[in-house]
């Protein structure tokens, strides 16, 4: 069974920072690239990070390029997400998932219907 547990979220004021992790279980984590998503509130859910499965292979969004930092240790089983310079516009609640590799790169379309609950982050003005 496919399990993903979000952690890591919280309230900060804009300029801040968080750190994110991401534990999978339920599948064989090195063989997935993995997918940092958001949905905030009224809006539907969109990707803004992936990282490939091996070579560290990363994409950012052009909404957190330069500030949030993706990572993975595969001998955990864990992706993390460092986040710089929140800002207001970054409240939301962020998921990780399992997504699918083209020509080596990962990308924003998830491989499995489950997701986690979910961390919420809150950035304040």
């Known amino acids: 069974e496919v399990q993903l547990v979000e952690s890591g979220g919280g309230l900060v004021e804009a300029g801040g920072s968080l750190r994110l992790s991401c534990a999978a279980s339920?599948?064989?984590?090195?063989?997935?690239?993995i997918g940092w998503f958001r949905q905030a509130p009224g809006k539907e859910r969109e990707g803004i990070s992936c990282i490939s499965r091996s070579d560290g292979t990363t994409y950012y969004d052009d909404s957190v390029k330069a500030r949030f930092t993706i990572s993975r240790d595969n001998a955990k089983n864990k992706v993390y997400l460092q986040m710089n310079s929140l800002k207001p516009e970054d409240t939301a609640v962020y998921f990780c998932?399992?997504?699918?590799?083209?020509?080596?790169?990962?990308?924003?379309?998830?491989?499995?219907?489950?997701w986690g609950q979910g961390t919420q982050v809150t950035v304040s003005s």
């Open positions: 339920g599948f064989t984590f090195d063989e997935y690239a």
């Open positions: 998932q399992a997504v699918t590799t083209l020509r080596s790169q990962c990308t924003l379309y998830y491989e499995f219907d489950t």
